[in-house]
T-cell receptor
């Protein structure tokens, strides 16, 4: 079974500072990994995903994440935070399509990012 | 392009009343469909998923049920709501044989 741990339920940064949101996963098979963002009272929006290939994945809004198999991590970064980045971020893992998984996602508990002016 | 709709956007219901939330997807055929609940401080919980019309799998025992009467329609129901059913309900879809899920705007349910 898969599991996801997001370190830090709340992260606070200053505008222009580096954003680092941590995600560690557990999976019995090579995982597919995702980051989603949720703004208040809205659905989740896909930021980026890793399936195979290049381990550094670039997403929307200047975010990127690096898959590190040896560390079972998929941390999300952005070089310079913007006020509009304030939201809740979810890391998720999926076992590969096939068998009985039906592409289900297991989500972390979420990290709320606050950006100070 | 594909779009996903949920309604209503917000709902306030008394304990013991019935519930029906609807989700529809446009622009794709035979999607996989999912219902999630997001309760305060509890992250995202997968409630049901469906890989086809009439095919529903439940992830957790609860007071809720789901149905898929049409290919692109997914309904979440309850006969009698409990206080613990309050939360933000999200519908999602994915293309069969892929893993990326796309979420709807959600329904905020408050049970009083």
């Amino acid at each position: 079974a898969q599991s996801v741990t997001q370190l830090g339920s709340h992260v606070s940064v200053s505008e222009g500072a580096l954003v680092l949101l941590r995600c560690n996963y557990s999976s019995s098979v090579p995982p597919y990994l995702f980051w989603y963002v949720q703004y208040p009272n809205q659905g989740l929006q896909l930021l980026l995903k890793y399936t195979t290939g290049a381990t550094l994945v670039k997403g929307i809004n200047g975010f990127e994440a690096e898959f590190k198999k040896s560390e079972t991590s998929f941390h999300l970064t952005k070089p310079s935070a913007h006020m509009s980045d304030a939201a809740e971020y979810f890391c998720a893992v999926s076992d590969k399509w096939g068998g009985t998984s039906y592409g289900k996602l297991t989500f972390g508990q979420g990290t709320i990012l606050t950006v100070h002016p | 392009s594909q779009t996903i709709h949920q309604w209503p956007a917000t709902l306030v219901q008394p304990v013991g009343s019935p519930l029906s939330l609807e989700c529809t997807v446009e622009g794709t055929s035979n999607p996989n469909l999912y219902w999630y609940r997001q309760a305060a401080g509890r992250g995202l919980q997968l409630l049901f998923y469906s890989v086809g019309i009439g095919q529903i799998s439940s992830e957790v025992p609860q007071n809720l049920s789901a149905s898929r009467p049409q290919d692109r329609q997914f309904i979440l129901s309850s006969k009698k709501l409990l206080l613990s059913d309050s939360g933000f309900y999200l519908c999602a879809w994915s293309v069969a044989a892929t893993d990326t899920q796309y979420f709807g705007p959600g329904t905020r349910l408050t049970v009083l």
